[in-house]
């Protein structure tokens, strides 16, 4: 099993950032970090599908 990174070890931004920013994410889990952003962009796709956003700019 890894050893977990001690917080030395990280740049000083991402160890002193809160967990909900961006830098905070990257340094608490590179991996959930990227799949709240993908989920974030999933969402967004859908409601921008749902409120027909991308069949008008399709149209033109």
């Keep these: 099993m890894a050893e977990p990174i001690s917080p030395a070890a990280l740049p000083a931004s991402a160890a002193s950032a809160p967990l909900w920013t961006l830098d905070g994410l990257r340094a608490a889990d590179p991996v959930l970090g990227l799949a709240l952003l993908m989920l974030a962009a999933v969402l967004l796709a859908e409601l921008l599908h749902r ?9 033109t």
């Design 51 to 59: 409120t027909g956003a991308c069949r008008a700019s399709a149209a």
